[in-house]
Structure formats: structure tokens, C-alpha cells
């Protein structure tokens, strides 16, 4: 199994194409995908494209799942694309560039990386060398929180454990611990905890003590440690409807595909060799296939499976999927400007609620051109694992927040805004490794994917969902005798993996 090396930059071939097999599957292939997110289209790509006739059931009205967008219309009449929350499109996303190449989504890099606290001055992540110990030994040499006094402390072990990832043996020394224990036994100070740890551990949605370590070393590996392109992302430069949704959409269609919004799944029964997906009692509720993907979030999975168990084992693994706290995403126009020297997308660390900013009139043309008219700012706010009651007490607590880090956003009128708090995302508590389903699934001709979904290759949200999708596609293929689609990806391994650095962690 591969290993992260210094000089190893591109992408690495996981799934070849195995190009002596045919590319079309056999006529009257057919197959049901329930979930239109990145998961469900991911695969629906790939399997129309390979003549594969694909229906794809949806229960919003809307494609993208959570990052999906709607219109918004604003008090002074402008239209406006609201989206599910800023999303950051990393670099090494091969599987999911791959399916947005398709249909040419515009993507415009996002500068800089910064973490932003009250307490302590920024700290850039971007812009890191790519390769590992490269990207470490520049975070060392540049990061005021990585100075000789803040690390004293450190347990070395633990710290190269980080750079030693290996799957199976990551689960088995860390799943147990909670990611919070681990930065504790880290042993860096607060400083370092604060702005290089704890906001890149709460992007994952859930609190660090609901967080198993072997995930957050796993997702360290991924983003940064054994990232060959950098730390670096870029994002759409038109909203996600109008750059993603709307052309996977036309391209689906062209090729035959079925799109059906709105339109809730809520039961399945064994016909035949297949399954019939059922949205209603109405015969054109009743849709036949041989291969179904279930893209479905978290819980919708969970609540399917409860009314339908067909499988024993998928049943089981489906009961035991847990959610992530709430999440709470504010967009607010605001009257005036906010500094011109602040970052597009800046991580908040240090505070009760506050998140990330992001600046998205500098970031969208939709946006922008509303901000340019106006002479406003659009922003958005997001809180992960968000503890206020509802949305509007986020929203008020995430402005506090904000104008005691951004002063001059404290006196700014709110033209309009709008909040959401919702619980969809995925948890990964210590010890649930090697409990959340897989692609493949013990039910005959039905496969899994999504971003929750236990992946064989080094992913993290976004791309797990896309990478699961395309996997779960590459599955009916193979049981047609069609050739899979090839899928790229970063080394399993770290650069120490294999090498005896449990030795030098500290005994407790
Ligand atoms: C605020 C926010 C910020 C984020 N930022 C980032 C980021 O910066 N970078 C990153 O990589 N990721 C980010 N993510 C995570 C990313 O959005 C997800 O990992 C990804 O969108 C998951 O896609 P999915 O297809 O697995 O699931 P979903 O998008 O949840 O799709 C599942 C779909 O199934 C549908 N469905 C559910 N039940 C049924 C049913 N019974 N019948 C029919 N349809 C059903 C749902 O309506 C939904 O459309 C962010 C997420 C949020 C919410």
C-alpha cells in the first residue's frame, strides 16, 4: 500500500479503468439512485454515461442535498441564490472535480486560510508546502503557536502519530479516544490547541469530545499531512445552483437519465432478482430496478432501513448511524462594508458559537454585483456543533461574536437575512469505527453512499460523498462486466506508517 512521499505530487491511480473491458453496460440496465446530493449524482453520472438507465428520486425540490441552494428574493426585490453554507473545494478532491469537470463548474481559488481568534493574533494555513515534512516543518518555522515554549510539553509520540496514518492500525490505537483526549495528551499549549487543532477539528461538524480520534488523525492525513496539492481550495464563482446543480442536471438529462424532485422515498420490497423503491401507493410511485444506491443522509438512511430492513447486516449498521449536533448557517446582508483587508473565508477559533465568516460578496457574482449596487456586504456565519436553541439565538450570538473579533461589523444594519439550524451531518464517536455501512451492502444489488459511508480510501466529506457515489456506480458495473471508472486519489499511508513512534508516546 502506498505511502505519503516527499516527491510524490500527483494523484495516485486507486480504481484503474481496466480499459479491456467494455465501457457501455449490456441494454436495459437500470437502476434507482434515492438521494440527489453529491453521492447520488456522483454515481447517477457515472452510471448514465455508461448507458445505464438511471431514475433518481429526491425528496427536496431542489438537487444538491446540503449543497443544495434555493432562491431568495430580498426587500429591495433583488433575486438572490441562497446557498446550504460556504463549502470549501479542496484540491486534491479528484473524484468530485472529476464529475464537476464534466460539465466545466467554474472554480476561482479562495487566498489564504486564515484562523482568526480575539485571544491571539491569526495564523495562516494556506499556503503550506504540499509535501509532508515539508508542510510541518514550514507550519513549525512559521507559526507563532508552534514556538519552542508552546510544544515543550508535547507528547512526541502522539504528535508522529500523526504523521504515521495507516487505517487499520490508526482505528485500532485511537478509535477508542475521543479527539478532545487526544489534542489533551498532545500536550501543546492552549495557544496551539486553540488555533491550529481545534478549528480544524470542529469543521467535522461535531464536538471534539463526540469525535473519535482515529477520525481526526485520519482527516489530519487527508487535509493536510498526506495532501499533495497543498492545504489550498478554491470555490464556484457563481452560487451552487447557477455553477453545479442546474448543468449536472442538463447533463444527466441528455443522457437519459430520469430526474424526479421532490419526491420521498419511504419504503422498499424484494421483486424478483431486484427491488421495487416505492414513494407512494400510485403505480408511478413504484419504481423496479435490479441495482439500487442509497444516497440518502444519515438519518434519511436510519429512517428508511427502520421501515424497511431488508438486509440484516445493512439494518443493523443503519440503526446504529449517529448525527452530529446542530449546525447553524446565517447569511446576512448587511448596509455597509465590512474592512477590505478581511479574508474571503476566515476559521473562527476560541469562540462559544462563531465558526467561520465568510465574505461572500467577495465571493459569488451574484453577490458581488448586489454588493457593488448597494454598497453593502454579504456574510455568512456558520456554527458547527452549535448550542443555541434556535437559529435566531445563533444568529445573535454568532453577531456578538463577530463584532468583538470584526469591530466594524457591530454598528452595520441587517437589510435582510436568513438563518437555518438543522441536524443532517454525520458523526463519527469513538468506537464507531468499522460500524457505519459500506458501498456494498448485504442485500443483493443495493449499495450505500455518502460522506458517513466507511470508504477504502483516504476521503473526507465532499469527496467521501462523491468517491462512495462513484464507487457504488463502479459496483454495478462490475455486475454487469463493464468497466469501472477510474478513481484517483492521495497515498493511504503516512510518511512514518509502520514505524514503531507508539514507542515514544508517553504512558498515563
Ligand atoms: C454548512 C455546511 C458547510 C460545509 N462545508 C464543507 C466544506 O467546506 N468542504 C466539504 O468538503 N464539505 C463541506 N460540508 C459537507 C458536505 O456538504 C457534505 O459532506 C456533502 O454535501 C454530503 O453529500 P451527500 O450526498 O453524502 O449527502 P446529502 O447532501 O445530505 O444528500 C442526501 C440527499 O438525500 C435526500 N433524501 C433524504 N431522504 C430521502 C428520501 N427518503 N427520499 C429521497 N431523497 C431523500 C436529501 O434530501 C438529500 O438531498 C459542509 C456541509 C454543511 C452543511
Do not use: K
Amino acid at each position: 500500500m502506498p505511502r505519503t512521499l516527499p516527491w510524490r505530487r500527483a494523484p495516485l491511480v486507486l480504481v484503474p479503468g481496466r480499459p479491456h473491458l467494455p465501457r457501455r453496460v449490456p441494454e436495459g440496465t437500470r437502476a434507482v439512485v434515492v438521494g440527489g446530493g453529491i453521492a447520488g449524482i456522483s454515481a447517477a453520472v457515472v452510471l448514465a454515461e455508461r448507458g445505464v438507465r438511471v431514475t433518481v428520486l429526491e425528496a427536496a425540490e431542489f438537487l444538491g442535498g446540503r449543497l443544495g441552494a434555493w432562491s431568495h428574493t430580498l426587500p429591495d426585490g433583488s433575486a438572490q441564490v441562497v446557498e446550504h453554507g460556504f463549502h470549501a473545494f479542496f484540491r486534491h478532491y479528484d473524484t468530485w472535480r472529476a464529475i464537476l469537470a464534466r460539465v466545466g463548474t467554474p472554480l476561482r481559488p479562495v487566498v489564504g486560510y486564515p484562523v482568526i481568534s480575539r485571544r491571539w493574533p491569526a495564523e495562516d494555513l494556506g499556503s503550506l508546502p504540499a509535501a509532508p515534512p515539508l508542510n510541518l516543518l514550514a507550519l513549525f518555522a512559521r507559526s507563532p503557536s508552534l514556538r519552542l515554549r508552546e510544544i515543550a510539553g508535547a507528547d512526541a509520540g502522539l504528535g508522529l502519530a500523526l504523521l504515521a496514518h495507516s487505517p487499520a492500525d490508526t482505528a485500532a490505537r485511537f478509535d477508542d479516544l475521543s479527539a478532545a483526549e487526544f489534542l489533551r495528551g498532545l500536550g501543546v499549549s492552549e495557544r496551539a490547541r486553540e488555533m491550529l487543532f481545534e478549528a480544524f477539528a470542529r469543521s467535522f461538524f461535531c464536538d471534539q469530545s463526540g469525535l473519535s480520534a482515529a477520525e481526526l488523525v485520519a482527516m489530519f492525513h487527508y487535509y493536510f499531512l498526506g495532501n499533495p496539492a497543498g492545504i489550498g481550495f478554491d470555490a464556484p464563482a457563481e452560487d451552487h445552483r447557477t455553477a453545479i446543480w442546474d448543468p449536472l442536471a442538463g447533463y444527466l438529462r441528455e443522457r437519459g437519465a430520469d430526474l424526479r424532485l421532490g419526491v420521498r422515498v419511504d419504503g422498499l420490497d424484494r421483486v424478483g432478482s431486484g427491488w421495487r423503491v416505492r414513494s407512494g401507493s400510485a403505480p408511478e410511485e413504484q419504481h423496479e430496478a435490479e441495482h439500487v444506491v442509497f444516497a440518502l443522509d444519515p438519518g434519511g438512511l436510519r429512517t428508511l432501513l427502520a421501515r424497511s430492513p431488508v438486509a440484516p447486516d445493512l439494518a443493523r449498521r443503519a440503526a446504529a448511524l449517529q448525527l452530529a449536533p446542530p449546525f447553524a448557517v446565517t447569511r446576512l446582508w448587511l448596509d455597509r462594508p465590512v474592512r477590505p483587508d478581511r479574508a474571503v473565508f476566515s476559521a473562527v477559533s476560541g469562540e462559544p458559537t462563531l465558526d467561520s465568516v465568510t465574505v461572500y460578496s467577495r465571493l459569488e457574482g451574484e453577490s458581488a454585483r448586489w454588493a457593488a449596487r448597494t454598497g453593502g456586504e454579504i456574510l455568512e456565519l456558520h456554527s458547527y456543533a452549535c448550542t443555541a436553541p434556535t437559529a435566531g439565538e445563533a444568529t445573535r450570538r454568532m453577531r456578538a461574536e463577530l463584532a468583538a473579533i470584526w469591530p466594524e461589523t457591530a454598528q452595520a444594519q441587517v437589510v435582510d437575512l436568513v438563518e437555518r439550524s438543522e441536524a443532517t451531518a454525520p458523526a463519527f464517536p469513538p468506537g464507531s469505527a468499522g460500524a457505519r455501512p459500506g458501498v456494498r451492502t448485504d442485500a443483493p444489488g443495493i449499495r450505500v453512499a455518502g460522506d458517513y459511508v466507511e470508504c477504502p480510501h483516504p476521503s473526507g466529506l465532499m469527496e467521501r460523498a462523491a468517491m462512495t457515489g462513484v464507487l457504488a456506480a463502479n459496483d454495478v458495473l462490475g455486475a454487469v462486466g463493464a468497466a469501472p471508472e477510474e478513481i484517483r486519489g492521495i497515498a493511504e499511508r503516512g510518511l512514518l506508517a509502520g514505524l514503531p513512534v507508539h514507542r515514544l508516546q508517553r504512558r498515563r
